[in-house]
């Protein structure tokens, strides 16, 4: 018979925190499948093939030969090795090994970035709309987000005259997204620029988060937002941080078996 012990309270924080419904949604639609629905997923971006077969392989090959014990916490040596040369080949950026930390999903490189800098009540600037979860990462930490409405006159993304208005004697960085979820668009090189110098004037931290890189379907001369996403943040400076996804990169981008070989 299992007891019944009294339950002890959340965190006081866990107030802030909503869910993220896009799984909820998901939960759901995946029983409808299982009643034999037929469902056109657009709540989750997923690739819509399985695996591709050098990845099984290479996973099964590492597998076999018993390299299954804990790695360096920041990532074995040859990905971060690797990681490196696609930063020089992509995009021209020298990036050393050493800078490169990989994690178990882009949310995790989010979480450390973000608890390597705010204390609490520190605040973190974010465009709104903007990626859902990000708020919460920082109530997590126990930073305020402090939201930026951002519209189509700017992009759907922060300029440098938002965030000088929006920035505080708290405030401690900013976190913007190109190409942005949900909107798609993308910043500018020149405004990109603008952003890191008015954020870096201020003593606080540019985040950016590059998982969508190539993943922009206007015309090569006339992208999504004016933008281009062969450009990466790193080419501006050493000192901002950027976020990278394999996943969102190359499997919905379907450049896996490129890159692998
Ligand atoms: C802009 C953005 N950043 C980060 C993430 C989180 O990615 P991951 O699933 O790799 O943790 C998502 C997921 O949808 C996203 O849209």
Same mark, same amino acid.
């Given at each position: ?15 802030? %925190? ?9 939960? =759901? ?14 709540? #989750?971006?997923? @690739?819509? *093939? @399985?695996? @591709? ?34 930063? +020089? ?5 020298? #990036?050393?090994?050493?800078? %490169? ?18 204390? @609490? ?10 990626? !859902? /979860?990000?708020?919460? *990462? ?6 305020? !987000? ?33 190409? +942005? ?11 990109? #620029?603008?952003?890191?110098? /008015? ?8 985040? #950016? ?9 206007? !015309? ?7 933008? =281009? $996403? ?7 400076? $050493?000192? %901002? ?21």
């Amino acid at each position: 018979m299992s007891r019944h012990l009294p339950q002890p309270a959340p965190a006081r924080r866990m107030a802030d %925190i909503a869910p993220f419904h896009v799984m909820e949604l998901l939960t =759901r639609a995946r029983q409808l499948e299982a009643e034999g629905r037929s469902i056109i997923h657009m709540e #989750v971006g997923e @690739p819509d *093939f @399985p695996t @591709p077969p050098a990845v099984i392989e290479a996973a099964e090959a590492f597998i076999r030969q018993g390299q299954v014990f804990y790695t360096p916490a920041l990532g074995i040596p040859p990905l971060r090795e690797a990681i490196s040369r696609f930063y +020089a080949e992509r995009y021209g950026v020298n #990036v050393s090994p050493e800078r %490169i930390a990989v994690t178990a999903g882009s949310s995790g490189a989010l979480l450390l970035a973000l608890a390597a800098l705010l204390n @609490p009540g520190d605040e973190l600037l974010l465009p709104d709309p903007g990626y !859902p /979860c990000n708020r919460h *990462f920082v109530r997590t930490l126990e930073g305020a !987000p402090r939201a930026m409405a951002v519209g189509p006159e700017t992009n759907y993304q922060p300029t440098a005259e938002q965030v000088a208005q929006h920035w505080t004697p708290r405030s401690k960085g900013l976190l913007v997204a190109s190409p +942005a979820n949900p909107t798609g668009t993308l910043i500018e090189t020149a405004s990109m #620029v603008e952003l890191a110098d /008015c954020v870096a004037k201020r003593g606080g931290a540019l985040l #950016v988060d590059e998982i969508y890189h190539g993943l922009t379907y206007a !015309p090569k001369d006339v992208p999504l937002g004016g933008g =281009r $996403d062969t450009d990466t943040a790193l080419a501006l400076s $050493d000192e %901002i941080f950027v976020i990278n996804s394999f996943s969102t990169c190359f499997l919905l981008s379907k450049k896996l078996d490129r890159f692998l070989q």
